[in-house]
């Protein structure tokens, strides 16, 4: 099965930490842009609503993923893939005062993948 969203292993050891840190309910939203541009923020339970306007695209590090809708329609036919880079991304996402920003990296499914996404339904189910 082909997963919407994947994190690299920096990722994954970023979000570890996080969890430690702030506990295991963390949430992620790809951010649309404006402040923090195009990226994956992580927030903790009840600092971003999830609404019926947000998809979710899957789950990273036994957290879940969402886009807005309508961004997903842009971005759709891609593999969303969660890395990790040194420095500061925006203000809004928990890693920042790590040193560290999750940064979004794409892919674009192959045919056969893009099948079965379709197949399983837009939200993957």
């Known amino acids: 099965m082909v997963d919407k969203v994947i994190a690299t292993p920096a990722a994954l050891a970023l979000i570890a930490h996080l969890q430690h840190k702030h ?21 903790l339970p009840g600092e971003l ?47 920042g005062p790590e040193g560290k920003a999750f940064h979004t990296r794409s892919r674009v499914f192959t045919d056969a993948e893009w099948a079965e996404v379709v197949a399983r339904g ?3 189910s």
């Open 23 to 43: 506990g295991p309910d963390l949430i992620f939203h790809q951010s649309g842009g404006c402040c923090d541009n195009s990226a994956a923020n992580c927030y």
């Open 49 to 95: 609503t999830i609404g019926p306007s947000d998809t979710h695209l899957g789950d990273i590090g036994g957290c879940p993923f969402y886009i807005s809708s309508s961004q997903y329609e842009y971005w759709k036919h891609t593999q969303l893939i969660i890395d990790v880079i040194d420095g500061t991304g925006g203000t809004f996402s928990l890693e």
């Open 122 to 124: 837009v939200n993957g």
